[in-house]
């Protein structure tokens, strides 16, 4: 009996370990289910920008469903870059990337004053400069000290904790918003998910996300509360059209946006770092956060070829993955090739679409609140000294207070207003930036790595013989960062549970 136990539970544990592991060996069929979650964790937040933009410039329903299919498409493309890389283009880190809500107010202006064609010809540069800025991260990398990414990680959570109440409660706007029935299949889905992750044992748990959105999906279907109108006048196959506008190049859109960018980098590099910090227990390193940002940049420039906003990485997805604990490049990229299909595939896009608002809000709201937690967890890695107390505290209340009350910002210029309003995100880096670079560093900070050293000013034997290995280790990372990078992946290391499945490093 403990024998056929046990051999019930090998591949379970085999396989949850697998997952758990970037380079982990899993076959399409046991991942697929895994990059489902990712692509409807994020597929509605993909689409929702471009459509408002389409509004903004007047678009008939016809050439926002074709732009809205080169999102999905540009979507898939990214991650792809971001998983597998292009020469330094690209992270080689469980990054999902997604058309960015950054630029909605910004471009949404720029397309009804100067028209697309505008919109293209800014994405387009404004891509190609965040390509050679993320190419020469390392000059600029050291003034985004840990505390800085630790606080852009918490305010990228805060800021999405109002998206998924929203969700949670209909979608903003929808005409049946917080009524009782949304609230029953937001509560329905997030039970559903919590009752699975805690039921369940071995790797089916982290299949949670998705068991939430089908048991809510079919009692959305009885409820009445699924539009299945977008299931009517479907083609089997559409064609990506690419240039639909003719670029154009205005100096002052291009500005704007350039600017937006950056904004946009610093939320790639906090959302870097909480990829590196949640799947692999350790900070990103050089190569990862100039190969994520420039794989930002590229993949934008790419986006604006198809008439698409900018891509930026997805801190929905993170959250799942500090749920699922599920790094596998082939899972997530399995959720990209989705993406791809359903830009040629309109029936994919269509089922994708149709989930309910409430149901993907009950699924979703306690990922972002993971996302907050792991910003908590890098500020307290980067240490809790008085300087980085000031920092954290001054930086967050300001980003997240400020953008709050929007008419604090109405004396200063347009440009700045577009950047500030409403993000909190680019606020806080700013305040925690500069901060950063004029607070000085306290004497507490300075004299806390002496604390624990030998009062002879010798080092003890084991910190010698640690020294060596954290040299042989950093020789050995250069010579293969890849490797490296798997070795840490948590699966890879010796595990302190039974089941040998955590993305946790043992203590």
């Not at 895994?34 to 964790?41: K, N, P, R, W």
């Not at 949670?168 to 009782?180: E, I, K, Q, T």
């Not at 859109?253 to 590196?276: P, W």
């Not at 290995?469 to 890879?492: R, V």
Request: overall charge negative; charged content about 15%.
């Amino acid at each position: 009996m403990a024998a056929n136990t046990e051999a019930e539970l090998k591949p379970a544990t085999k396989l949850e370990a697998e997952l758990a592991d970037f380079h982990g060996k899993v076959s399409i069929a046991k991942a697929l289910p895994y990059g489902i979650q990712h692509v409807l964790a994020m597929f509605v937040a993909n689409l929702a920008p471009i459509a408002i933009i389409c509004a903004a410039a007047g678009f008939d329903e016809a050439t926002t469903a074709s732009l809205i299919q080169n999102a999905m498409i540009v979507a898939g493309i990214g991650t792809f870059v971001q998983l597998f890389a292009i020469w330094r283009i690209g992270s080689k880190l469980p990054i999902v990337m997604g058309v960015s809500f950054t630029f909605v107010t910004v471009l949404s202006g720029v397309a009804a004053t100067y028209g697309y064609g505008t919109v293209m010809g800014s994405v387009i540069a404004g891509g190609l400069i965040l390509l050679v800025l993320g190419l020469l991260a390392k000059y600029w990398r050291r003034f985004i000290g840990p505390i800085v990414s630790a606080v852009v990680v918490t305010s990228i959570g805060f800021s999405l904790l109002a998206t998924g109440a929203e969700t949670f409660a209909g979608g903003s706007g929808a005409a049946d918003f917080a009524s009782p029935e949304n609230l029953f299949l937001g509560t329905l889905s997030l039970v559903a998910c919590l009752l699975f992750q805690g039921l369940t044992k071995g790797s089916i748990k982290q299949l949670s996300v998705l068991f939430g959105l089908i048991v809510g999906y079919i009692v959305a279907l009885f409820m009445g509360k699924v539009d299945l109108s977008v299931f009517q006048g479907l083609q089997i196959a559409s064609l990506p059209q690419i240039m639909p506008f003719t670029p154009e190049f205005n100096v002052g859109a291009i500005i704007s946006v350039t600017l937006l960018f950056l904004v946009s980098a610093a939320e790639n590099i906090g959302d870097t770092d909480a990829i590196a910090e949640i799947g692999f227990k350790r900070s990103a390193t050089e190569r990862e956060i100039a190969g994520s940002v420039s794989a930002d940049g590229f993949t934008s420039a790419i986006a604006g070829v198809f008439g698409c906003t900018p891509l930026t990485t997805f801190a929905q997805n993170i959250g799942l993955i500090g749920m699922t604990h599920v790094i596998n490049r082939k899972a997530i990229a399995c959720g990209a090739g989705i993406l791809v299909i359903a830009g040629f595939v309109p029936a994919v896009s269509a089922v994708f679409s149709s989930v309910p608002d409430a149901v993907l809000g009950g699924c979703t709201i306690m990922m972002f609140g993971t996302i907050v937690t792991s910003g908590f967890q890098m500020v307290a890695k980067a240490g809790f000294t008085q300087r980085n107390i000031t920092i954290a505290a001054t930086s967050l209340a300001i980003g997240i207070g400020f953008t709050q009350v929007g008419n604090i910002f109405v004396a200063f210029p347009e440009i700045v207003q577009n950047i500030f309003v409403d993000n909190s995100i680019a606020l806080t880096f700013v305040v925690a930036l500069v901060m950063n670079l004029v607070l000085p560093h306290d004497d507490d900070e300075k004299g806390s790595s002496d604390d624990d050293a030998p009062k002879s000013g010798k080092a003890a034997p084991e910190d010698e013989a640690a020294t060596e290995l954290d040299a042989l280790d950093a020789e050995a990372q250069a010579t293969d960062p890849e490797k490296d990078q798997a070795s840490t992946s948590p699966s890879s290391r010796p595990s302190t549970e039974a089941s040998g499945a955590t993305c946790t490093s043992p203590q």
